[in-house]
């Protein structure tokens, strides 16, 4: 399998896990001890993917300025999409308690259609590092497809409205992959690089101000900072031994 089948293939493996989490959500009661260590676990995963793969890749380009300037781009475009996010919300009258998952359901729209984006992108640039980076979030997003749907249940949301919003999840993803492969294949290294150091940049501001956010507000335990650098060493572990 190459081209555009590999990338869907690929971008179709963090979606599944997405998914895995939150039939896990659905069928066990989560504690709130429980949601924040799983947001924890999945934010040093995509901490991991972020230090040890985007970033290093991207600043194999020259000037190196221009990925570093592409990641700080990054964080901007997060505020932004966050921003227009609140005013809708606004708009259409939400309430705090409303708006909280949906808070949530979008901070992990944005990150898996940056998922995507960074699996099109990195296997335009070699279909080795599409598939590390796609294995690498698997492991991210059932922990983050659990601490989603959990959210939605602690909101009374229904049933069939939580399944629903967790199918839709494989739409960000698909649709980040596709971009990022049909925008990115015959375009130059260093813009490919670029918008490499933008999705991290991205995904940073996605774990610090949704995930870790969310994760201190469900419940404090001693042991988020050892499922906070366990995350990491898991991906630590998938790149070094399949990269």
Known sequence: MEGFGLVLALAALPA????LGGVVAEMF?????????????????????????????ALKGSPAWVPI?????????????????????ARLGA???????????TGVSLDLF???VMIGTGTVLNPTLGLLLALGQVPADVPEGFA????LRRADISRVKRILMSLAFAIPILVGASLGY??????????????????????????????LTEAHEADTSRWEALFLTAGFALFALISVYVG
Do not use: C
């Not at 990115?184 to 995930?211: C, K, N, Q």
């Open 29 to 57: 009661s989560v504690s709130k001890r429980a949601l924040s260590l799983a947001l924890h676990l999945a934010a040093g995963i995509v901490l991991a993917v972020v230090g040890i793969e985007l970033m290093p890749e």
């Open 148 to 151: 989603a749907v959990a959210t």
């Open 16 to 19: 599944a896990g997405n998914f």
């Open 114 to 116: 940056s998922d995507g």
């Open 182 to 211: 049909f925008a990115l294949r015959d375009a130059p290294e260093m813009v490919t690089l670029a918008i490499l150091a933008l999705t991290g940049g991205v995904l940073i501001s996605v774990v610090v101000e949704e995930m």
């Open 95 to 105: 309430t705090e308690k409303s708006a909280g998952p949906w808070a949530i359901f």
């Open 69 to 89: 300037v592409a990641f700080v781009v990054g964080g901007a475009a997060f505020i932004a999409l966050e921003h227009g996010i609140g005013y809708v919300q």
